[in-house]
């Protein structure tokens, strides 16, 4: 293959009439009997014709005629996602977590909008990454482009859909709410980030996003793992983008892809990975790993609203320790404290003053956990900085058939050295929770390239230093670092950390600070 001046392209194949019967801008310049040499009109029909006819190399338009808008320039791997999209109407992205596919499909969408193909754009994703992953990449990526988040009350949500804004963000569970308004609004691009959210077709969400799709929309779903617990898994995601390939029921393509070993009971069939990697086509992956030009350690902030019972008790301590913020002899220790109280309750356990525990509904707090733990091609460590809280996770995780192990200051130094020993030589995908001043130093776990931070640390040392247990002499892989915040003290001590102040800030001032507002 070969471009010829930015405007045509250059085939061999040893079928030209099966290209010159199809695009009319395309004719034989050359037979020698057996092979033949055709040129084609570089355009972004011919190249989409061409990928549908088994000619996938050829390159999109994006590659001539794009200028790469943003505050960043495209690594390699995302110019090639980008490509990859702008060519497939219907197509699945399963990159990795961290390798910036959310900035790929920007800069897709951007283009296919330009073009004037694409009118307005939908991403439908988690309430977690609608603001720190899509609304910022958006913002780096395509500043030019209107983007509304479609959250909070119905009439909210209406008012944004019914604007005129470019790209509009809305979470899975926004869907239902709004469902008549999405349906009479103009979008003919659907994005569905972690689209595993969909893999039932017999919910009422994947009935609503389904409702959205029509014959000629454009749909790209994407995720890190299709089908990550069982074949059955990637049922709901192809039903949505070619419903004429699978079953009519779920249960007829569990049967195809697995066999029944007792009541309870089934595996998957030896073909069924080639059957669902058959399925899922056209699609694209790049891991971390063969992402040569991405920095060495990402980070990630995912936010999640605390449940209404921790909300409660939050406000409720906050307007306690707000009144008494009058009093001058209030103390860095007495902030510390009370600080440390508000960490807890976001956390999931609050410990009384006579060391009983209170324990709070954590569910999306545990939820996301266990998407980003998914998402991850290799073990993973989980910082977390109460006792208890981390007890709570061992069992909810063991529960979820994860291998899981757990240092505090509770477990022994023999026992440590064991579990740290059994984590790097394994071999197996595991989940290690640590609390962080009981690993944050001299300690290596690379057999990990994901860190969690279920609650935020107040000193940036332990922070860096506990990050640094994977980023280390003897990784192979990119690393990401993963926030999970859900109040305003947890923004504020992310924010701090990664801004390298929190060995330095007055604790007394940011305490102040998050309650004020």
């Excluded at 092979?35 to 014709?49: E, I, P, S, Y």
């Amino acid at each position: 293959m070969r471009i010829i001046d930015n405007k045509a392209i250059e085939l061999k194949t040893k079928y030209p009439d099966r290209i010159t019967t199809i695009i009319p801008n395309s004719r034989l310049v050359d037979w020698d009997g057996r092979v033949g040499t055709v040129l084609v009109h570089w355009t972004m029909d011919t190249v989409r014709v061409l990928h549908n006819l088994g000619f996938t190399k050829v390159p999109s338009t994006i590659r001539k005629d794009y200028t790469w808008p943003g505050i960043y320039t495209p690594f390699d791997h995302q110019r090639a996602t980008s490509e990859f999209l702008v060519a497939n109407k219907r197509a699945y992205v399963f990159n990795e977590q961290g390798t910036g596919k959310t900035s790929a499909a920007a800069w897709a969408i951007d283009y296919l909008m330009t073009k004037h193909i694409v009118r307005r754009a939908l991403i439908i994703c988690p309430l977690s990454i609608m603001k720190s992953a899509w609304q910022n990449d958006l913002f780096k990526t395509t500043m030019h482009r209107s983007v509304g988040i479609a959250h909070g009350s119905t009439e909210q949500r209406k008012k944004v859909i019914e604007s005129d804004v470019d790209i509009v963000i809305i979470n899975f569970d926004g869907i239902e709410i709004v469902l008549d308004t999405l349906i009479k609004s103009d979008f003919n691009l659907v994005v569905i980030d972690e689209a595993t959210a969909i893999k039932r077709d017999t919910t009422d969400r994947w009935k609503a996003v389904n409702q959205l799709v029509k014959p000629d929309t454009w749909l790209w779903q994407m995720t890190g793992t299709p089908a990550a617990q069982s074949p059955v898994d990637a049922y709901g995601l192809v039903k949505l983008m070619h419903p004429e390939k699978v079953d009519r029921t779920a249960y007829q393509f569990k049967d195809r892809v697995m066999y029944k070993v007792s009541t309870f009971t089934w595996k998957p069939k030896r073909e069924a990975n080639e059957y669902i990697h058959r399925l899922m086509q056209p699609a694209i992956r790049f891991t971390k790993d063969e992402c040569l030009d991405l920095p060495e350690i990402l980070y990630q902030t995912r936010e999640v609203p605390l449940t209404k019972q921790q909300q409660k008790y939050y406000d409720t301590l906050a307007k306690e320790m707000l009144i008494t913020l009058s009093d001058e002899s209030i103390t860095s220790v007495n902030a510390a404290v009370n600080m440390n109280k508000l960490l807890q309750v976001a956390s999931g356990a609050v410990y009384t003053d006579t060391g009983e525990v209170i324990d709070f509904d954590s569910k999306t707090r545990f939820e996301e956990l266990v998407n980003i733990i998914e998402e991850s091609s290799h073990s993973v460590l989980v910082f977390c900085a109460f006792k208890h809280t981390i007890a709570t996770l061992e069992a909810k995780l063991t529960k979820k058939n994860y291998i899981v192990d757990s240092v505090h200051g509770g477990v022994s130094l023999n026992k440590r050295s064991d579990i740290f020993k059994r984590f790097q030589e394994s071999g197996q995908k595991q989940i290690l929770l640590i609390q962080p001043q009981s690993a944050s130093h001299g300690v290596t776990l690379h057999a990990a390239n994901t860190i969690v931070w279920w609650s935020p640390t107040t000193s940036y040392e332990t922070y860096a230093q506990a990050n640094a247990r994977v980023h280390r002499a003897g990784q192979k892989n990119p690393c990401t670092v993963v926030n999970i915040e859900g109040c305003s003290v947890e923004k504020k001590l992310y924010r701090a950390l990664q801004e390298r102040e929190s060995n330095q800030f007055d604790l007394l001032g940011l305490y102040k600070d998050i309650l004020n507002g």
